[in-house]
């Protein structure tokens, strides 16, 4: 992966870059493969970068519910490790995918130093949480009654 390949890694410091790509590793998954799984800790950052991953809770009745599809661009379980620290869904791959998992501590020195990538993760969170509530107001909605 460039550096430039993807907006979010753009206000980093070249030195920034390197730092956290020196403490990644980029993990292949093959078709339904579990990426991490509901009510489990936290502990790196994961960025997709080829492939698709499904996002998917299950809820009390063993009942699947696919949350979204994630594709190359874009980070998994992103709230989890900045948020709760234990994710409330599961990821899994859809067809073979490459996750970089970024060091937890690494990741966070790079948020405190520079404001203009923190702002950005502030951003992809916002929007997360906004299609999650959308999500959740479609789905109520689907089974009220009449």
């Known amino acids: 992966m460039e550096q430039d390949e993807y907006r979010i890694w753009q206000t980093l410091t070249e030195q920034d870059w390197k730092e956290l790509i020196r403490a990644s590793n980029l ?11 509901q009510d489990t800790r936290s502990s790196h950052f994961m960025f997709v970068e080829q492939g698709l991953v499904k996002i998917y809770k299950t809820g009390k009745s063993k009942k ?3 949350l979204k599809l994630e594709g190359p661009g874009h980070f998994i ?9 234990i994710h409330q869904y599961s ?9 970089r998992f970024f060091d937890h501590d690494t990741i966070l020195e790079v948020i405190i130093r520079n404001g203009h990538f923190s702002l950005d993760l502030l951003r992809v969170l916002t929007v997360h949480r906004g ?16």
């Open 64 to 66: 699947i519910l696919t």
């Open 77 to 85: 379980g992103l709230h989890s490790v900045l948020g709760s620290e």
């Open 91 to 99: 990821a899994s791959a859809v067809g073979a995918a490459a996750i």
């Open 131 to 146: 299609f999650m509530f959308e999500k959740l107001i479609s789905q109520a909605q689907s089974q009220l009654p009449g």
């Open 27 to 37: 993990v292949r998954f093959e078709n339904r493969e579990t990426i991490f799984r």
